[in-house]
């Protein structure tokens, strides 16, 4: 179950509610957020839990059986949003739009990247300054000092940041130049990772694991939850499969059922899905259409010279184009409802 605890709770009304759930054989972890105050407890026995609810210092509890506690939808109903600074909101009723280039490539690239994501009013830009390369010799990021020039021009435009961090000792580097922390596929399960950037009061976006199930990725948000911070986006970027005509086997099937799942905002990620270029349109218009919300891709002036991933990155006609299809889509949708 969850206990919300009320903010200005004394501690010996505290120890009392800690005692009152060991004494039916709980145990409780406690969890301090930017947004709360939570006891999770696990245990087996019986309890009626208006014994809980009557004591001092309780807001609210709530019976929650699925594994993973603090991220369920069982207790937290509305969907979550995310508030970014400067009215940028990831949330069910504003859809949101993430693009970049995979790579940073120099300072010339982000001044005219932040032009054309500011003409066609898209608020978040993606692009990596660490990169996870399948080969040791691929260009590997311009590091902190490129995302430095990365957040300088974004800042001055009103434009969000969103980047991969790769393990712990990046963290206290970047994150005053970040705004949304990106965890990619292959450290989805790297719990040292996630703990420490639970200890942030920066948002956090975790992309499902290569071949991770549902269940795997709503834990790694747990982790992350449990860690002290709630401001956390899913992402469904397609899992590895025996297919072999695209990158990935996108998994559409996913955003409804986490939605059902899960209080926390679900994003997706065409690009690294299909991975061809010409087919990014149609997947992102599918992902809006199975609730997603919002979507995050790569794009780049001239994607056939881009360091990394041109294969799958739309040039700037490409993304204007697909920018006016997404909010034509997203009105369409929201017509549905």
Known sequence: MIIQLQNNIKEQNKSLILKTLNDYKFSASEVKTQQGNYLVAIGKGEIDIRQIGYLEGVSDIHRVSDSYKLVSRKWKTNYSEIDLGDDVKISPNEFAIMAGPCSIESEEQIIDIVKHLKKNNVKIMRGGVFKPRSSPYSFRGLGIEGLKVFYKHCKAEGIKIITEVMQVSQIADMVDYVDIFQVGARNSQNFNLLDELGKTNTPVMIKRGLAGTIDELLFSAEYIFSAGNEQIILCERGIRSYEKAYRNTLDLNAVPIL????????????????????????????????????????????????????QQSLNYPEAEKLYRKIRKTYEFRQELV
Do not use: N
Request: proline fraction near 8%.
């Open 259 to 310: 939605k059902e799942k899960t209080h926390l905002p679900v994003i997706v990620d065409p690009s690294h899905a299909i991975g061809i270029r010409q087919f990014v349109e149609p997947v992102t218009l599918a992902a809006i259409m199975s609730g997603a919300d919002g979507i995050i891709f790569e794009m780049h002036k001239q994607p056939e010279i881009a360091f990394s991933d041109g």
